[in-house]
């Protein structure tokens, strides 16, 4: 006779949460659209839980529950990017500004809480780390989206292909051939920008830009770029390339950020600031969340989120500083 496993309790559920939102989120190119899927996984769980029979892992089980939510998801939809593939970077003037775009034109960050296991060693927590940085997951996004799962599934989290031919209703050959295709695809794409731990020159170095940017010694601060740095600031659609350029935008149409503070995070592997801006009424206001890239001892990248209103609180921002 045949015992059937007993229903998986909320929990159990629930221990998963931190790894499918990663996987999401490289699937999905957004942090809003990964807690949600991975929210709607759990709701789909919760009330099929007593027709799991255990033939399955729990984990591959909800895994399948949350592709098949991935794959819906992007039936349809138009490949999120980062502004550096939209166009051409722009002159550091007020006009380069427009256009805005729609939040779903581009890849979001995520915070590191949200996807990175507590209880993984430091080496798997730095290849975690190295699997949700800004650019790797927006080079996933130039993938169909069966060969990014696979990719993601084989290549990331390490599933066997007969697993995978398993979760996605195909065959081994079928897995091997995607993930082989899926692999030459990433060849072509620029996303050399890793992230890797911080050594305490980094931490002097973001220190420094810390201090900089709060005194707005902006000749200080271009001396931490390098000279082809880039800095990007959704939803704009604009990007600047080069020290000089971003130090004349920061003069120039960035300048209402003087008096800025700074509060440290991570988001996308990466090192990241919570930026508030001088609030008229008192204290500061929340501005940006910047995502910071570093590349031979330089800051390479300052991506700039704006979307303080849905970002700050799931990244556990406060709302306002005190003066």
């Known amino acids: ?9 909320p929990s159990e559920l629930e221990d998963y949460r931190r790894e499918l939102t990663g996987y999401c989120y490289r699937m999905l190119g957004s942090g809003y659209d ?20 255990g033939r399955s892992s729990l984990r591959s089980w909800l895994y399948r529950i949350a592709t098949n939510i991935c794959l819906d998801q992007l039936r349809g939809s138009k490949r999120r990017a980062r502004p550096m593939e939209m166009g051409p970077s722009r002159p550091p003037v007020e006009s380069s500004l427009a256009p805005q775009l729609p939040e779903n ?14 209880d993984l060693d430091p080496a798997e927590q730095a290849a975690v780390r190295e ?9 996933l996004q130039h993938l169909p989206a069966r060969q990014r799962a696979v990719l993601i599934l084989c290549e990331v989290l390490r599933w066997q292909a007969a697993e995978v031919a398993e979760l996605l209703d195909t065959s081994v050959p079928a897995v091997n051939s995607a ?14 920008t890793a ?9 002097e170095l973001l220190a420094r830009y810390v201090d900089a940017f709060e005194r707005y010694d902006i000749d200080e601060l271009t001396r931490l770029l390098r000279d082809d740095a880039v800095q990007s600031m959704p939803p704009f659609a604009m990007w600047i390339r080069g020290a000089g350029d971003i130090g004349q935008f920061m003069l120039g149409p960035g300048s209402p950020c003087r008096g800025s503070r700074l509060v440290e995070t991570s988001a996308c592997g990466s090192p990241a600031f919570a930026q508030y801006k001088p609030d008229p009424a008192g204290g500061y206001s929340p501005w940006a969340l910047h995502v910071m890239e570093i590349s031979g001892g330089l800051i390479s990248g300052i991506h700039s989120f704006l979307d303080t209103e849905r970002l700050f609180p799931t990244f556990g921002l406060p709302a306002h500083l005190s003066a």
């Open 34 to 53: 990964a807690e949600d899927a991975v929210q709607e996984t759990m709701v789909r769980a919760w009330r099929a839980a007593d027709r799991f029979e």
């Open 1 to 9: 006779m045949t015992l059937s496993r007993p229903a998986p309790a």
């Open 105 to 118: 034109s581009w890849v979001s960050p995520i915070a590191d809480a949200r996807v990175v296991p507590e």
């Open 179 to 192: 993930l082989q295709r899926a692999r030459a695809t990433m060849a072509t794409i620029d996303g050399s």
């Open 195 to 203: 992230a890797r731990a911080i050594d305490a020159d980094q931490r």
């Open 131 to 139: 699997s949700i940085r800004l650019a790797f997951v927006a080079a």
